[in-house]
Nanobody, 121 residues
């Protein structure tokens, strides 16, 4: 059973930084992508950043140049470094990992429980 646990959220002032972590437990046959989504109150969940095989990273236009996604394969962890935070970055941030399950060799996507990021002005 794959589980994802996020940490690192909190309250920060405008211009500050936070680093989110997402630790994965449980094995997967292969991983297609790892990433971060966020959902602000009253809005749809949106993709913030994603890293795929070959370390190709995608960033939403709203976070380019401010956020950086990275992974530590030895720790089964994906990070999101967030700098120059703005009030509009306030949201619940969710980690997700997609790939092939060991159990039945089928594709699946797993989600963490979310971590709140609040940027105050």
């Amino acid at each position: 059973q794959v589980q994802l646990v996020e940490s690192g959220g909190g309250l920060v002032q405008v211009g500050g930084s936070l680093r989110l972590s997402c630790a994965r437990s449980g094995s997967m046959f292969s991983i297609t992508s790892m990433g971060w989504y966020r959902q602000a109150p009253g809005k749809q969940r949106e993709l913030v950043s994603r890293i795929t095989g070959g370390d190709s990273a995608y960033y939403a236009d709203s976070v380019k140049g401010r956020f950086t996604i990275s992974t530590d394969n030895a720790k089964n962890t994906v990070y999101l470094q967030m700098n120059s935070l703005k009030p509009e970055d306030t949201a619940v941030y969710y980690c997700t990992v997609s790939g092939i399950r060991y159990s039945d060799q089928k594709y699946d996507a797993f989600w963490g429980q979310g971590t709140q990021v609040t940027v105050s002005s």
